[in-house]
Structure formats: structure tokens, C-alpha cells
């Protein structure tokens, strides 16, 4: 059973820092963090391959997330500095590749980005 | 504004068969493969569809997938009450970002 739970959602002000996890198991896949504004479509944020030596961004976050994850302990990340109210979102941890699709994903994790 | 483009809104009754198209461009549908995904509401998406037109297990065969050219569609026949949610379409784009469609609302009448 494939299982990807994310953590480390929440308030916080304009300007500062956050740290998103998602634990999965059957972790050898690229990864991929998508998010989802209230009330809104779905956004991809960034992706991450399987070694970890690929990483690529949606040019909204570019610069201020950092995706990244530790094979040894089966857990993506997302940093995200500089959150600005238009990161406010649902952010799912998603597995799989473009051509296959994002076979499993999270529950999502809520971050508020307001003063 | 989303880069590929569908419908806000679809709807067809029970028994019906209702597409949902996808339009995109040469940078990204028209080179890789187009997957889809239902979102039922409150919960967290599902792969639909894969590689233009592949069903992942568990899928039902009245949901198909095709891509031609720059556009893509979603057909689902035999409308059910639980067809109804969101749909999304998605590509990679060759500006090595990762595209979703805007989503279409189905609704069952």
C-alpha cells in the first residue's frame, strides 16, 4: 500500500520561511509537490528525480522554494522562503513522471500565507 | 490563465456520454503525453488517465482518453452520479515546467 503523508503546513506572515515533508513509502520515483489555491485548479510547484540530482521549478516559485528529499529516510521536502499571500494553498506530495502520471499523492497540507 | 486550455464547465445526465477537451500547444501536448485526473470533492486527485489514452488499474473502461495534435480529450460514457468532480488535464511542457489545465466541473443532471 502506497502511502504519502505531508506535514509542517500553516499560518504564517508575508516574507517568512516554511518547511514542507512528505513521508512515502515506495520512495524511489521522482517526486513532484503540486498545489492548490481555495477555491481554485491545480498548480504543479516542482519536481524532483529519484537520485535527487534533477530539480526543476514552476517559474512562480523559482528562486524562493527548494525541493530536495533524503532516500535515506523517505522523505520529501519543500522549502519555501520569501511566501507571499499567493502561496496560500492546499500543497499535495505527489509520485510518478509525466508520461505515467502521478500515480499517488498525498492528502495535502494546508499553508497560509496572511499577516 | 492557464497554459493548457478546457471548459470550465460540463455537464450530461445519467447514461450519457460527455467529452472534455483539453487545448495546448506545440511546447507541450503537441510533443509529450497528455494524463488526466478526476478530483472528487474534499479529496486529493486521482490519475485517471496516462500516456494520451491508457487507463491505470482500477479505472473503469467507460473513461478513454485521446490526443491529436496540440489538443486532447476526456470522453466518459455511460454517465454516472459519481462522474461528478473536477477534471484536469496535464502535460509537460518543454520549458521544463509542469502544466495543468484550468479543470472542468462536471456535473450529473
Known amino acids: 500500500q502506497i502511502q504519502l503523508v505531508e506535514s509542517g503546513g500553516g499560518v504564517v506572515q508575508p516574507g517568512r520561511s516554511l518547511r514542507l515533508s512528505c513521508e512515502a513509502s515506495g520512495f524511489t520515483y521522482a517526486m513532484h509537490w503540486v498545489r492548490q489555491a481555495p477555491g481554485k485548479g491545480l498548480e504543479w510547484v516542482a519536481v524532483i528525480s529519484s537520485d535527487g540530482s534533477d530539480k526543476y521549478y514552476a517559474d512562480s516559485v523559482k528562486g524562493r522554494f527548494t525541493i530536495s528529499r533524503d532516500n535515506s529516510k523517505n522523505t520529501l521536502y519543500l522549502q519555501m522562503n520569501s511566501l507571499r499571500a499567493e502561496d496560500t494553498a492546499l500543497y499535495y506530495c505527489?509520485?510518478?513522471?509525466?508520461?505515467?502520471?502521478?500515480?499517488?499523492w498525498g492528502q495535502g497540507t494546508l499553508v497560509t500565507v496572511s499577516s | 490563465q492557464s497554459v493548457l486550455t478546457q471548459p470550465p464547465s460540463a455537464s450530461g445526465t445519467p447514461g450519457q456520454r460527455v467529452t472534455i477537451s483539453c487545448s495546448g500547444s506545440?511546447?507541450?501536448?503537441?510533443?509529450?503525453?497528455v494524463n488526466w485526473y478526476q478530483q472528487l470533492p474534499g479529496t486529493a486527485p486521482k490519475l485517471l488517465i496516462h500516456?494520451?489514452?491508457q487507463r491505470p488499474s482500477g479505472v473503469p473502461d467507460r473513461f478513454s482518453g485521446s490526443k491529436s495534435g496540440t489538443s486532447a480529450s476526456l470522453a466518459i460514457s455511460g454517465l454516472q452520479s459519481e462522474d461528478e468532480a473536477d477534471y484536469y488535464c496535464a502535460a509537460w511542457d518543454d520549458s521544463l515546467n509542469g502544466v495543468f489545465g484550468g479543470g472542468t466541473k462536471l456535473t450529473v443532471l
Open positions: 506545440s511546447s507541450n501536448i503537441g510533443i509529450n503525453t
Open positions: 500516456s494520451n489514452n
Open positions: 505527489a509520485r510518478g513522471d509525466w508520461v505515467y502520471g502521478l500515480g499517488y
